[in-house]
């Protein structure tokens, strides 16, 4: 069973507007919230992070939104840009260590 | 080092040969994990680390599968009797506290054969 899923394997939008990613959760203890960037042949790369006592967090272009009640976050990146091609990955995590990953969207911005 | 190094980069191994995965975790960070992640997929957590200790390894696969940390630095992934289905790349992070981000490695991908 899958705890974090991401039900759309791939986003394409144009450069300058704004890309919305979104994950979903069913564990209800999971109480932190992470989403990385992976480019081809790199490991996955820290983007940004929320905590489950907030609901948006903020960080120059990337906003990430967690709604606790519908257990779904998303990611908004506003503008896009062409570099921000690459797979996002949501990740999520309880009392334990361990991140559980959805299997990852991946995102085009076209010039 | 500036960050997390895994060696090598590249490994083909004949099915039920025995390899050996290697971390180099961030100079003082604490935490090291380890995450399988086959095609298409996300990473899968195999185990988790804090110095030497082997905290959790709810994730490994099967018992052909061990880690460890001996001096709570760098971390050997260790997988026997390779099988085609251990095809995968394997992830080390490392992370300093915790409610901070871990840090990944490149990878290391591995091709049974």
């Known amino acids: 069973d899958q705890q974090v899923k991401q039900n759309s394997p791939s986003l394409s939008v144009q450069e300058g507007r704004i890309s919305i990613l979104n994950c979903d959760y069913t564990?209800?203890?999971?109480?932190?919230f992470l989403w990385y960037k992976k480019y081809p042949a790199e490991g996955p790369t820290f983007l940004i992070s929320i905590s489950s006592i907030k609901d948006k967090n903020e960080d120059g272009r990337f906003t990430v939104f967690l709604n606790k009640s519908a257990k779904h976050l998303s990611l908004h990146i506003v503008p896009s840009q062409p570099g921000d091609s690459a797979v996002y990955f949501c990740?999520?995590?309880?009392?334990?260590?361990?991140?559980?990953f959805g299997k990852g969207t991946k995102l085009t911005v076209n010039p | 080092g500036a960050g997390v190094s895994q060696s090598p980069r590249y490994k083909v191994a004949k099915r039920g040969q025995d390899v050996a995965l290697r971390c180099d975790p961030i100079?003082?960070?604490?935490?090291l994990f380890w995450y399988q992640q086959a095609l298409g997929q996300g990473p899968e957590f195999l185990t988790y680390f804090q110095n030497e200790a082997q905290l959790d390894k709810s994730g490994l696969p099967s018992d052909r599968f061990f880690a460890e940390r001996p001096e709570g630095s760098v971390s050997t992934l260790k997988i026997q009797r390779t099988q085609q289905e251990d095809s995968a790349v394997y992830l080390c992070?490392?992370?300093?506290?915790?409610?901070?981000?871990?840090?990944f490695g490149q990878g290391t991908r591995l091709t049974v054969v």
């Open positions: 990740a999520a995590r309880s009392g334990s260590e361990k991140l559980v």
């Open positions: 564990n209800s203890m999971f109480d932190y």
């Open positions: 992070a490392s992370r300093g506290g915790r409610y901070t981000e871990a840090f």
């Open positions: 100079s003082g960070h604490v935490s």
